[in-house]
């Protein structure tokens, strides 16, 4: 029902920031949750941040606490994560996922989402 795009990845140093946009279409982008997860290289998909359809509340994983923030426009149908302080380990190809249903009240479940984009690639050099 949902549409979703990544984009804002690319190649930067430690310690810099990226801001990462999810556009969505073809569905009520306000009516779904939406969650950033990665997947670093060689590794499974892992929580990130998420920002509920209300907006009011935020999780983050504990790795990246106190240096990425989720945020969402629902005029534009986007949800963005700005990611500061990059660290090497922060290299992973970045997907947003939408769902309008979460059955983990820390909404870092990937299997919550039904949808998802394409990823787009973050990697930062040490």
């Known amino acids: 029902q949902v549409q979703l795009v990544e984009s804002g990845g690319g190649l930067v140093q430690a310690g810099g920031s990226l801001r990462l946009s999810c556009a969505a279409s073809g569905g009520a982008f306000s009516d779904y949750h939406m969650g950033w997860f990665r997947q670093p290289p060689g590794k499974e998909r892992e929580f990130v941040a998420a920002?509920?359809?209300?907006?009011?509340?935020?999780y983050y994983a504990d790795s990246v606490k106190g240096r990425f923030s989720v945020s969402r426009d629902n005029a534009k149908k986007t949800a963005y994560l700005q990611m500061n302080a990059l660290k090497a380990e922060d290299t992973a190809v970045y997907y947003c996922?939408?769902?309008?249903?979460?059955?983990?009240?820390?909404?870092?479940?990937?299997?919550?989402?039904?949808?998802w984009g394409q990823g787009t690639q973050v990697t930062v050099s040490s």
């Open positions: 920002i509920p359809r209300g907006g009011g509340t935020t």
């Open positions: 996922a939408a769902t309008f249903r979460v059955f983990t009240w820390n909404y870092a479940s990937p299997t919550d989402y039904p949808y």
